[in-house]
């Protein structure tokens, strides 16, 4: 079988303009690497690090990742969209325009006999009320409503300075904070009680790991684009980590 890939936590847009153009063409070039051997594209959240949907208007840029996105699903790959806490307000344009299947919340997949936990994320495990409360404000309908009476111009002012807040924008250094103290291994434990998965994969963390959580089951957080350029890649037989050098040889010329 050909290749499943994972990627998160691009944040197009952030810190600025330059910064994000190169990143988006880095980007660009690792989808090229990845197609020969790609059968399925996961794309897990805050692919961009601000976006709104408004009936007529979206965000302006990124048109390169787009158009890429676009000829890889017309050439037949399945790619998922799965909604971050930075892009939650993806609605029906990429699903139209490109094709893609866009994800809610968690996808619970099967492949080649391993059972798979997917999800950003945003919101999961211990701690973290603030945000919580805030992910529910953000995903109500009305205001999300309320958000698209206002005119682009101004909406979208205000996501910028929201966006120049962030982690990203920031550039806070995420540190591995231990097992036990890691909440997305917690909350994966926890499911792990009810039943079993053999990979589960998130985003969010901003941190590449790989926690062996039981003898059968592992915790991947497949990192972000700005520092790590960290992705995931299931053969059919194992899930690896991998970091996108643009040096490396080809996929295909390694099998």
């Known amino acids: 079988m050909k ?19 190169k990143r988006e063409a880095h980007i660009v070039n690792w989808l090229n690497f990845i197609e020969p051997t790609c059968a399925e594209l996961f794309l897990m959240g805050d692919v961009f690090d601000f976006w ?47 094709g893609l299947t866009v994800i809610s919340d968690e996808l619970v997949i099967e492949r080649n006999g391993k059972k798979f936990y997917l999800h950003h994320g945003d919101g999961l495990g211990p701690g973290d009320a603030k945000y919580k409360f805030l992910r529910k404000i953000f995903r ?14 101004i909406g979208m002012g205000i996501a910028t300075g929201w966006s120049g807040s962030s982690r990203i924008a920031n550039d806070k250094e995420e540190v591995f904070l231990g097992e036990d103290k890691e909440w997305l291994a917690i909350y994966a434990k926890e499911q792990l009680q009810k039943q079993h998965y053999d990979y589960f994969i998130f985003g969010h963390r901003h941190l590449p790991l790989d926690i062996q959580l039981t003898d059968h089951s592992r915790y991947v957080n497949i990192g972000e ?26 996929p295909e010329g390694r099998a």
């Open 3 to 21: 290749n499943i890939y994972f990627a998160s936590d691009f944040h197009l847009g952030s810190p600025n303009y330059n910064e994000s153009r």
């Open 52 to 98: 709104f949907e408004y009936v007529k208007v979206i965000p302006k840029g990124f048109i390169r990742l787009q158009g890429k996105l676009a000829q890889m699903a017309d050439a037949g790959i399945k790619i998922y969209f799965f909604k971050g806490n930075h892009d939650m307000w993806v609605n029906d344009y990429f699903t139209k325009e490109i």
């Open 140 to 153: 109500n309908p009305l205001c999300q409503w309320l958000f698209a009476v206002l005119p682009p111009r």
């Open 225 to 250: 684009w700005i520092n790590y350029s960290s992705y995931g890649v299931f053969d059919g037989k194992e899930l690896r980590l991998e970091y996108y050098r643009p040096t490396q040889p080809s």
